[in-house]
């Protein structure tokens, strides 16, 4: 029997899903910092993740995304902003290892994306929805129903910052958290569900 994701209507009335802390988001914007960023994310060796980018209008308009690459760890987030040409080769190194174990939703968009823009194939990627369709449900759950299954929680999302410019220099405080909280969200899932992180078929 094929199971159904809650719609948003019932999510909303679950208790909100408190996030991570704004002080605990870190944007880095230095050749140190993201080095630094790096080396605390290979320690962690299993962090959420997921990608962010400008979003198209026009017929046939090529995405130049990702823009924003965001990891979560247990205590903080990383939100990296690609217009930062020093941060390239930091995170193509962390993307290709395979042993830095990325957690998320609906991945392989954000795998053609890294293979475009930075010329790596994303390894070591756990896609939640591999995880969701063996339990039985349809298609894509999604971050917001996933909250909602496994953690009881409303995962609020705004539309309005989903689909703003994620290419920008300064992003606002909204789209940090936003970012942030894509990867944490998963990263707690994850953790929720106690699933072996080695299971070949959640690895992509």
């Not at 996933?146 to 309005?160: E, I």
Request: proline letters at 7%; one cysteine or more; glycine letters at 6%.
């Amino acid at each position: 029997m094929r199971k159904t994701a809650p719609s948003k209507a019932e999510t909303d009335l679950l208790p909100v899903f408190p996030g991570v802390p704004p002080d605990c988001i870190h944007v880095p914007a230095t050749p140190a910092a993201f080095a630094a960023a790096a080396e605390h994310i290979r320690a962690a060796r299993q962090v959420g993740f997921d990608t962010e980018s400008k979003p198209t209008f026009k017929v046939g308009e090529a995405s130049t995304g990702p823009h924003v690459v965001q990891f979560a760890l247990t205590d903080c987030a990383y939100v990296f902003q690609l217009h930062h040409r020093d941060c390239w080769p930091v995170l193509a190194d962390l993307l290709h290892d395979e042993d830095v174990l990325k957690i998320g939703f609906g991945l392989s968009s954000d795998r053609s994306q890294v293979l475009a823009k930075l010329g790596v194939v994303a390894r070591g990627l756990v896609d939640l929805d591999r995880v969701f369709r063996k339990q039985g449900y349809n298609n894509s759950i999604g971050v917001r129903a996933a909250v909602g299954v496994v953690l009881g929680q409303n995962f609020r999302k705004s539309k309005s910052v989903t689909t703003s410019n994620w290419s920008l220099p300064v992003l606002s405080p909204a789209q940090v958290l936003y970012a942030a909280n894509d990867a944490w969200a998963a990263l707690k899932v994850f953790e929720a569900l106690g699933l072996p992180a080695d299971d070949p078929l959640f690895r992509g």
